[in-house]
C-alpha cells in the first residue's frame, strides 16, 4: 500500500516515526501570526527549530520508567522544536524560550490554566495533522495506527502519573471522569458520600443528583478560610467520616480558593474505614510531580486542557486495579463485549464511549513529550515559582489573599480580593484594557504558568494597581 502524498502521516505499513518533520504536510507549517517580527535571539531559536537537533534524546521517563511518550512522536517533534544547548532551566531566558513555543496573540497574557491553557505548537500541529489524515482516508487500514498510538499513549500517561497502563481510561475530560465514578459506585439506601464543599459541580452537585435518585445522603466538608496547617485541613474530613460513609470525593487543589488538601493523609484516613477516595485532580495534573500509588488513592480524574497543556476534549482516568471489578461503566459500547461481562482489559472498561477524535490521541503523544522534555519536577517549580510572585505582589498592593501564601497548602491558583474594585469588575478590566485574561472565581484569580514569564506576572501585577488605584 502506498502512502497519499498529501497525508502528514505515515501508510498504516510505515512507523510514525517515517513521518517526522511533516506534522503539517509537506511545506507547510502552522502560521504564527504573533511571532511575525521576531527578535534575533527568538529569530535565531525559530531557526533552529525549524533545522531541527543533530542528535536525538532517548524518550523521557516516567516515575516507572516507562516513556512519557511514544518514541517516534517524541523524536518526530522534539528534532523541530528541541531548546538551544547551553540555557539553564534557572535562567529567565529559558522561559522565553518556553514561552515562544505557544501561538500566543500579541497583547494577550493568558493567567487562566485553572479554567484552559493554550497548547503549545507542538500539540497544535500534532493535533491538526492527524485531524487531516484521517479526513483524508477514513478507511479502517488507515485508521488502525491510532489504536496503536491510544495504547502507547495509555502507558505514557501511566508513566507521568506513576501507575500501570491497565488503570488508565483515556476519557473526554475530568467531568467525565468524575461522573463515571459518581455513576458507577454501586449505593444504595442507608450510604453516604462525603464530598467537599469546594468540588467541581461535576465532583459535587453530581452527587446530590444521584442521591435523589437513589436515596443515599451526600455530606459536605467545610475548611477553615484561612488553614494554618495540612492537619487542620485533615480533621475536617476525618469528622465527617461516620460509619455510613462509602465514598470521599474531593479536589486536590480547589479552583475556587487555591487551598490544596493533604491528599495522601485523607486517602489513607479513607483506605482504613474502606472509605473509597476519589480525587479530582484537573488542578494538579500537569503542573505537579504525580505518584498516585504513593498518594493511596482509589480513583482520580482529570484533564489534558488545563495544566496539562494538550487536546482539547482528552481527559484521563486512573481506577486503581482492585476497585476496577467493583464499578460499572458511564457508558457501554464497541469495545465492552457481547455480555453483561466486559471483555476490556482493566480501565479500558470505562472509554467503550463510541467514536473517539484520533487526533486528540496523537496532541496527548505531542503533550506527553513536551512535558518530559521540560520536567515534571521542573514544571512544578516553576508554577510554584510564578504563584509566589504574584502574591508576594498582590500582598504588596494591599490585596487580601484567599489562597495560602503557605506552598504545603495551595499549589497555582492564586486567588485575592481588592476592597478598591469588585472582581467581576477587575477581571473585564484586566481583559479589556491590559490583555490578562484571569478569571473572577471567588476573587480575582491568576493562574501563571510555564507559558508565563516572570515579567507577565509583574505586568499583571502593573496592571492590577492601575485599576485599583485609578
Known sequence: MTSDPSSP?????TSPSDSAGRACGPGRSVPDPSRSVPDPSRRRFLRHLALGSAGLAAAPLGLTGTPLAPRGWVEGRRSRRSFPSGLSRQD????????????????????????????????VEATEAAGRDVDGDVSFQNRAKYDTLREEVREGVAAHLGVTGDEIALVRNTSEGNATIVAGLPLGPGDEVVVFDQNHPTANVAWDVRAAREGFSVRRVSVPATPTSREELLESFLSAFGPRTRAVAFSDVSN??????????????????????????????????????????????????????GPKEAGVLYVRAARIPGIWPLAVGVGWGSGPETSAQGARKFETLGQRNDATFAGLAAA????????????????????????????????????SPDPSLSGGVVVATFAEMEAPVLHQRLYAEHGIAGAPTGGLRLCPHIYNTRADVEQALEAVAREIRG
Not at 9 to 13: A, Y
Not at 368 to 394: D, N, Y
Open 92 to 123: 529567565e531566558a529559558y522561559w522565553e524560550e518556553v514561552k515562544a513555543r505557544f501561538p500566543l496573540r500579541p497583547g494577550r497574557i493568558p493567567m487562566n490554566a485553572a479554567n484552559l491553557c493554550p497548547a503549545p505548537l507542538e500539540v
Open 368 to 403: 506527553l513529550s513536551f512535558h518530559g522534555e521540560i520536567g515534571p519536577q521542573r514544571i512544578q517549580e516553576r508554577v510554584q515559582e510564578l504563584a509566589t510572585l504574584a502574591k508576594e505582589g498582590i500582598a504588596a498592593l494591599g490585596g487580601t489573599l484567599i489562597t
Open 256 to 309: 475556587v480558593t487555591g487551598v490544596r488538601l493533604p491528599v495522601r493523609e485523607i486517602c489513607q484516613a479513607a483506605r482504613e474505614r474502606g472509605i473509597h477516595a476519589h480525587v479530582d485532580g484537573a488542578q494538579s495534573f500537569g503542573a505537579e510531580v504525580l505518584d498516585l500509588k504513593a498518594l493511596g488513592c482509589d480513583s482520580y480524574a482529570s484533564s489534558s486542557h488545563k495544566w496539562f497543556m
Open 9 to 13: 502521516f505515515p501508510s498504516p505499513s
